[in-house]
Every structure is written in C-alpha cells, then in structure tokens.
C-alpha cells in the first residue's frame, strides 16, 4: 500500500462552489422495492400483511356499503328471509331513527333549538382552535362565558324571553353526548388551572386541599363518580333542594375531568425552566400576571396533545352516563334497536357501527388537530 | 476578617452624603440555603450613579448577593434598603422595589412567546400602566439605544446571543429604572459577542445609570467601575478602586484570584 503523510499545512487556493444535492432515484416500483421487499424478512410479512388485508378489507367494506340497506320504513327490508338476499348494515333504521340518535325526544317542534345550541358551539370551538382566527381573546370569552350561558337558555329554555322550558329528561342522544363532554371540556380547563398551580402552591392549605381533590378524584373510576354524584349529591344538599338528574353526573364528570386536567397541566408547568419566573418577577409582575402572561400561556402550549389526549378520552367516557340514566347515544342506539318495529338480525349491529362512527370521526377530528398542532409547534421551535 | 481598613476606606467618602443619595444599603447581610451559610455579613453601601463591579471564583455567592437586592433571594439577617425602601416580607414594598429595579441575566430570561416588542411592552403596560402607544413609543427608542429596532417584530429565537441580551437590556430600562443589576451579563455569549453587549453597558454608564455588575470581563471593570468587589465563601474580602484594585491587590486570595484570570 502505497502510505501517504498527512499533509502538515494548506491554503485553499480556489473557492468550492455550491452544487446541487445527487439525485436520488424516485418512483413507485422503487419505492416498494426500498419499503415493501427490501430482504427476505420485510417480503414475507408484506405478503402475510397483504393476505390479512385482501381478507378482511373487503368484507368489512361489502358489509358496510355494498349489501348495504339504505331504504326501508321498517325491519322486514333488514331481513335475510324477506328481502331473499344477504343483509350488510341496516342503515334504513339508522336514517328512520336519525333524529332520535341526535336528540332524543326533545320536543319535536323545538328542535330548533338544539340546532341552534350545535351552530353556536361550532362557532366556539372553530373560533378557539384555529390559532390565527382574529380576536383569540374574544374569542375565549365567547366559548367560555356566551356559549354556556346561551346553551342553557337554549336548551333548557328560558320562560322570560318565551323560551319554554324543557325538562332535561326528554333530551338525547347526540346532544345529550355533546352537553356532557362540552361542560366536561369547558369545566375542566380553568378548574384544571387551578388545581394545577393550587398544587404547586406555597400556602400548605391550599396545597393540600389540591392533592386530595386531584388524587381522591384520579383514584376511583369515573362509573363511581358517577354513581356518587347521582345518589351522595342531594345527601349534601338542604332539603328541599333538588339537583337535575342530568346535572349531576355534569357535575361527577366536570370533577373527574378537572382531576386529569391538573395533571397535564402541571406536567406543563414544570417544563417551564425557572428563568421565565425570574424575568417576569424582576419586571415587577405580580404573581397572578406572571402567571397570565408568561407562564400559562408556555405551559398550555407545551401541553395542547395532554390536554388533547384527555378531551379524547373523556369523549368516549361520556357514554358511562347512561349507567345513572341518561340517554346519550349509546343509549338512545340500545332502545332504539329494541323497537319491535325494526327486528333484525343486523339492526343492532349497524346501530353500534353508526355509534362507533359518530365516536370514531369526532376523537380522529381530535387527534388530527393535535398533530397539526405539534408540528405547527415544532415549526416555530426552529425559528 | 483580616482586611476591614480596606472595606472601611470608600465609606468613609460617602458617609457624609445625604440619605437619598444611597441607592443601595446592606447591613450585616446574612443568608444561608438550608444549613449552608451562603452570604456572612455583607456590608455594602452604592451610591446613586455609583458602577460597582463584583468578581469572585465560582460560588462564592456573587449571584445570590445580587439577587437579594431585587428579593429573588431572601435574606434572613440584616438589612436591605433600596432606594430609601427597606426589603420586608409587605409584597407590596417588594413589588415597588422591583419596578425601580432592573435585571439583566446570564441567559436573557426573554419570553420565548412573546415578540421583542411585546417583550419589552408587558411590564410598562400591566406594571405601570402605560398606555400600549406610549410603550410601544418607548420599547422603540430603547431598542434603538441598543441598536435593534429592526428586529421589533421578531422572536426572541430568531435573535443571536448578543441581540437577545440587548434586548435583555432594553427590555429592563423600558421600566425606567434606577438601578440595574447584571448577573454576568456576557459569560453565556460567544466570544464575538461580548463586545457588543459590553459596550451598550458602558453607555449605558456614561449616561450616570447605577450599576451592580457581577462579570469577570476585567477590562469592563477597569474602563467603568467606580469600585471593584472581590467576594469568596459568601463575604466581601476586598473592596477597592479598579486602578488600586487590580496593580496593588492586597489580600492573599484577591492575588491569587486575579493570578488566575489576569494573565
Ligand atoms: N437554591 C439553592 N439552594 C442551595 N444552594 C444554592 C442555591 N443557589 C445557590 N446555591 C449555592 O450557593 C452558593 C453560591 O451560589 P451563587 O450562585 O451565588 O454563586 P456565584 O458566586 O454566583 O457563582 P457563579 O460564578 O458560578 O455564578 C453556591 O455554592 C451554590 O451551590
Ligand atoms: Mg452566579
């Protein structure tokens, strides 16, 4: 071999000029070759993973739209052995019982009202989640003060202005699941602040009262919340007073909701390095604007996929409600598929598929947003 | 301690001047984390317009010293007086205090979320109440002092080191103080930053500003300081004029202290 010695000195006599990256060969048979068959191993579960989807991709597919029903008035058009061909979903039931799926039996003439009640809420949280939407601030206001306020004057009515009252017991379905997590979301934000910096607090008391709210409430299932909230309630209460039967489960889940909340939050408040708290003190900043200005909003934005992650959750959670009594949709879906009227065999499956999807897009929606939310945060970080 | 007659000297020259002339007052400053006595009896008298720089190895509780002036510490033995305000545990007195009090960190302590402006907006308009158009007026002149205002509308990432440390710089005399404290200013800055930072702190003198500066950039402390302050184990050991300070230092850990970064 020929040995060279190092070179001791240099001076680079001409300038290297910027050239453009190699090219990379690109296009689909290269790419699955790269992905899909790189080595015996990576071919054979392609394979194996081809064969699981070929086998049950269709079917499901076949089920859910090709014997599909999409019209009937009742179960005989769901039935093998009237309509003399396989059945998939019976989405004829769910399109028959779609109203009551969303609202139960509010009053079917004031279904109006809910309509409006889901318009004003959309306006909220599209205003909320879109980080460049003019006027935020505004905009929290709105979400967090007009829309319950109006909520519950549409909803429950509001006999001054010549909206009759409506008991919460007729409400359902769809709505009944949308009051519950709203209040739960809307709740559990501020109370989940709170609690959070309560814990990090340097008064004992406060400190204390915190840690056992948090703990107490993060240690029992959300079915013995529930239970405790609609029998131990009224126990609390003077007599006389009454609690709606669909307040208080609000009130179990807007407590178990918060407990969680705290959490994150304060998983967010201890990634915040101590010389933010320093700045903002040696300006001057009482304790309660340091927080305000600088800290929260830090914290919160560090945390948006907890904070999603735990909205996600108390979502599906929300269907525990029917277990004290409340129609929500699963349990409009369980009385609607007893209906005599539409029995079939795949009534009560398509039922819950409907449900499952209801469910599924919503916490995808979530998710989704989240993850536009990090990436958009991870942007900003390399700025 | 062995070198009283040296700290007694410049106390003497200001002992005669009236009361509202000391910015800074601390009597027998005493402090300990939890069984550590970090501050032993620290007697310091600044005087308004006074730059005072305080070196010392690591540890010796420079920071703390400095800290305890604008209540980020809390002293647990003797006496601070700000500007005529004695530091007690009224929130109300310590909040006064800080608004009359500037700082400048080791790591700028800029809030990452908010623009430059906006950095140095907050304070004046939730603090003193300014109004918006008013601050916004004085963030730009100030910014403009430090020879930033184009980068008004950034964020604090976009910046180098030495800009953000300006902006640090900006950011407190937005609030109009009397005194500024500095926590080693330039020691997180890369080399061909320091000057700058330096010497918007030396206008920053000459414009009659009191300074407490804890910094090892000794020819900073040559060309501004009025005194010098050598610190180790949490007390003051040498106190001096930066001409006599630095030729003629006369305790044996001052010597070996400037051995060791002199060279
Ligand atoms: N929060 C704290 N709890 C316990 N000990 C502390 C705390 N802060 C500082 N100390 C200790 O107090 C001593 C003095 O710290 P200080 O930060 O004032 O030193 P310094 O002179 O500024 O040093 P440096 O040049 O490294 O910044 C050090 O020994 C340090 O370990
Ligand atoms: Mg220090």
């Known amino acids: 071999m020929n040995v060279v010695a190092p070179q001791r000195s240099f001076v680079r006599a001409e300038q290297v000029d910027a050239l453009p990256p190699p090219r990379t060969a690109s296009g689909p048979v290269l790419w699955m070759r790269e992905n899909l068959f790189s080595g015996p191993i990576n071919t054979v579960v392609t394979l194996v993973m081809a064969w699981v989807l070929f086998w049950t991709i269709p079917p499901i597919i076949d089920y859910l739209i090709g014997s599909a029903v999409w019209t009937g008035s009742d179960g005989s058009a769901c039935r093998e052995d009237t309509t003399g061909r396989e059945v998939g979903a019976c989405w004829a039931f769910v399109i028959d019982r779609i109203n009551y799926f969303v609202y139960g039996s509010y009053p079917m003439e004031l279904r109006w009202r809910p309509n409006i009640f889901f318009l004003v809420l959309a306006v909220g949280i599209v205003w909320m989640l879109w980080l460049d939407a003019p006027k935020r601030g505004i905009g929290a206001i709105y979400f967090f003060i007009v829309v319950p306020l109006l909520s519950y004057w549409l909803l429950a009515g509001f006999p001054m202005i010549g909206l009759e009252e409506v008991p919460t017991g007729l409400w359902g379905g769809i709505l009944v699941t949308i009051v519950v997590s709203a209040v739960g979301i809307v709740v559990s934000l501020p109370f989940g602040v709170l609690l959070a910096l309560g814990r990090r607090s340097h008064l004992p008391i406060v400190r204390l009262v915190c840690v056992i709210v948090i703990e107490f409430t993060r240690g029992v299932p959300l079915i013995t919340v529930l239970f405790m909230a609609n029998t131990m309630l009224p126990l609390f209460l003077a007599e006389g007073v009454t609690v709606d039967r669909l307040v208080r489960p609000l009130i179990g889940v807007a407590f178990f909701a918060s407990a969680y909340m705290a959490e994150v939050i304060r998983g967010g408040l201890q990634a915040i390095p101590k010389g933010q708290y320093e700045g903002a003190m040696s300006l001057g900043l009482s304790y309660p604007k340091m927080m305000y200005f600088i800290i929260l909003p830090q914290a919160l934005r560090i945390v948006i996929p907890g904070i999603v992650n735990t909205f996600i959750g108390l979502f599906k959670d929300t269907t525990l409600v029917s277990i004290v009594g409340i129609f929500d949709l699963i349990r409009t879906v369980e009385s609607a598929r007893v209906d005599p009227v539409w029995s079939a065999p795949s009534v009560n499956y398509s039922g819950y598929a409907f449900a499952a999807i209801f469910y599924f897009l919503c916490c995808w929606g979530m998710s989704w947003y989240s993850q536009s939310v990090e990436r958009r945060l991870a942007a900003s970080e390399k700025r | ?263």
């Not at chain 2, 800290?67 to 007086?81: D, F, Y």
């Open chain 2, 1 to 263: 301690m062995a070198d009283t007659t040296s700290l007694e000297k410049p106390q003497v020259k200001t002992s005669q001047a009236s009361e509202t002339e000391i910015a800074v007052e601390m009597q027998g400053v005493h402090k300990w984390y939890g069984e550590f006595h970090v501050l032993r009896d620290i007697n310091l008298r600044v005087m308004r317009g006074e730059r005072i720089v305080v070196c010392g190895p690591s540890g010796s509780g420079k920071s703390t010293m400095i800290r305890c002036i604008n209540r980020l510490e809390e002293h647990q033995k003797g006496r601070i007086i700000v500007d005529g305000i004695e530091l007690t545990n009224d929130l109300k007195r310590i909040d006064e205090i800080r608004r009359d009090v500037g700082m400048v960190f080791q790591h700028f302590n800029l809030f990452p979320h908010l623009t430059i402006l906006e950095n140095c907006t907050l304070a004046p308009i939730w603090v003193k109440k300014m109004p918006k158009k008013d601050a916004e007026e004085v963030a730009m002149k100030y910014l403009t002092r430090v020879k930033i205002p184009e980068q008004a509308h950034k964020y604090p990432g976009q910046l180098s080191g030495g800009q953000q440390q300006r902006v640090a710089i900006a950011r407190s005399l937005c609030m109009n103080p009397k005194i500024m404290l500095f926590d080693e200013p330039t020691s997180a800055l890369d080399p061909e930053m320091v000057k700058e930072v330096l010497d918007t702190m030396v206008s920053l003198a000459e414009e009659g500003m009191t300074m407490m500066v804890v910094t090892h950039e000794m020819g900073f402390a040559r060309q501004v300081a009025d005194r010098v302050i050598f610190m180790d184990y949490g007390q003051i050991v040498e106190m001096n004029e930066p001409e006599a300070f630095f030729s003629n230092p006369q305790h044996e850990r001052t010597k070996l202290f400037l051995g060791q970064i002199l060279h």
